[in-house]
């Protein structure tokens, strides 16, 4: 039983954006709007300005380079710490507003993500971390009302959107997912400790916000995507596996029951499935470099050097407290890696802390959105007050 099964070309929403005025199919919010996938959605929408019109960004503090940015669109702009958060989420409510983009990382995109949802909204959803730490609330509110709404941004789900159209969702036997492997892929076992938070950003393939380029690095990333894609298309943990693939040229594959494998492949530009989300089911023309077929290899994901990828994964068996421990550990622990007071190789032992944590907790299978963000803080002070991290 597929999430989307009602979708029959194989999307996981569904949700018309359509808006009444003339040709403009979409009316845009961008959240995260001067971050890397912010711009790059701008640059999406401007590209086609005939089918999407941007009518609000958002940012954190870049109140100037958000208001560039919106200038020549004459979006209105939310500063979320001038304005406060819920000026973010007055705007991904407004009656303008027809499609949400997420590009927000961390917890802090859960409420905005939610509050879409409940208001009808089509959200083109970035900020894996929100399925991290509550899958379970968007599932159920891309479900109910008149349409599924969610749309993945993230190139592998994209990629698993792309090889499930028109397909009998219960013929997938299971999903692969790609991983560069991050900068680190061939560095020594031994220098890693030593490894500091200018080489963890110089990502091999990707160009992306210094959060999810060091979550490349240690695979929290990956295992995050695995959670991802469970929730996205309501597939078991055991059907989603993932490999190294050095070159990201293919970025998801799906296994079906007849052993027919299904790949989508591109360059790795995240316009494309920026463009998808928004455009969907349009295909249309791309600035995206043409895919040139090189050698392509795939590799095991060694626990050894990526010890974080398997805690993720241990988090997601054990339920949501884990999984919204580990965010908040990672969270903070990247933080600190990226100011140079903690050692790469430390990040393990930060989210295995926050597992021990969680075992503690009596948070249930299904926590609503107070529980959430409630343990997400008692986690936090946790590891702060008892120098955990
Ligand atoms: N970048 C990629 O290629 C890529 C690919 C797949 C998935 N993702 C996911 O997309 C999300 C965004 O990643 P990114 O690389 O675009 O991040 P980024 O470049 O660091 O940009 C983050 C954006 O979010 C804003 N922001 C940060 N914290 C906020 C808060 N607490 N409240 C409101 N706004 C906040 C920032 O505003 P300021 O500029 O004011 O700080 C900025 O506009 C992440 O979940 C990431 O995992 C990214």
New binding site residues.
């Given amino acids: 039983m597929f999430y989307h099964q009602s979708a029959p070309d194989g999307a996981p929403v569904g949700g018309g954006a359509a808006g009444d005025n003339g040709q403009v199919q979409a009316r845009l919010a961008v959240?995260?709007?001067?971050?890397?996938?912010?711009r790059q959605a701008i640059e999406v929408a401007t590209a086609h300005r005939d089918r999407l019109r941007l009518v609000g960004l958002?940012?954190?503090?870049?109140a100037e380079?958000c208001d560039a940015l919106a200038r020549d669109a004459r979006a209105r702009v939310v500063v979320?710490e001038r304005d406060g958060d819920d000026a973010?989420i007055d705007l991904v409510r407004a009656d303008d507003v027809d499609v949400v983009v997420v590009?927000?990382?961390?917890i802090?995109?859960l409420r905005p993500t939610l509050a879409a949802l409940d208001a009808g909204k089509t959200v083109a959803i970035?900020?894996?971390?929100v399925l991290v730490v509550g899958g379970h609330l968007v599932r159920e509110r891309a479900r109910q009302g008149a349409g599924e709404r969610l749309r993945p941004?993230?190139?592998e789900h994209c990629a698993l959107w792309q090889c499930l159209r028109g397909e009998d969702l219960d013929t997938v036997e299971s999903v692969t997912l790609t991983a560069s492997g991050g900068p680190f892929r061939d560095t020594p076992l031994e220098a890693l400790p030593g490894m500091s938070a200018e080489r963890a950003l110089q990502h091999p393939t990707?160009h992306?916000?210094?959060?999810?380029t060091v979550?490349s690095a240690t695979l929290v990333?990956k295992g995050y995507e695995v959670i991802e894609a469970h929730w996205l298309f309501d597939l078991p943990y055991t059907a989603v596996n993932a490999v190294i693939h050095p070159q990201s040229l293919v970025h998801a594959l799906v296994r079906f029951a007849d052993g027919s494998v299904k790949a989508q492949l591109a360059d790795p530009d995240?316009r494309l499935p920026i463009q998808y989300a928004l455009l969907y089911p349009e295909r249309l023309e791309s600035p995206v470099r043409r895919l040139e077929l090189r050698d392509l290899s795939f590799l095991p994901i060694d626990p050894a050097r990526y010890p974080c990828y398997t805690i993720v994964l241990e988090a997601a068996s054990q339920g949501p407290a884990a999984m919204i421990a580990v965010n908040a550990a990672d969270e903070i622990a990247v933080e600190r890696f990226l100011h140079g007071d903690l050692a790469f190789t430390a990040i393990a032992g930060v989210l295995e802390r926050a597992l021990g944590i969680a075992s503690r907790s009596p948070l249930g299978a299904a926590p609503d959105l107070a529980s959430i963000l409630a343990f997400d803080r008692e986690v936090r002070r946790e590891l702060t007050a008892k120098a955990m991290v």
Avoid: F
């Avoid at 959240?31 to 912010?38: D, Q």
């Avoid at 970035?126 to 971390?129: L, M, R, S, V």
């Fill in positions: 959240l995260g709007a001067t971050g890397s996938i912010g958002s940012c954190r503090t870049s380079a979320a973010v590009g927000i990382p961390g802090a995109a970035a900020a894996k971390e941004v993230d190139s990707w992306m916000g210094p959060k999810v979550d990333n995240m």
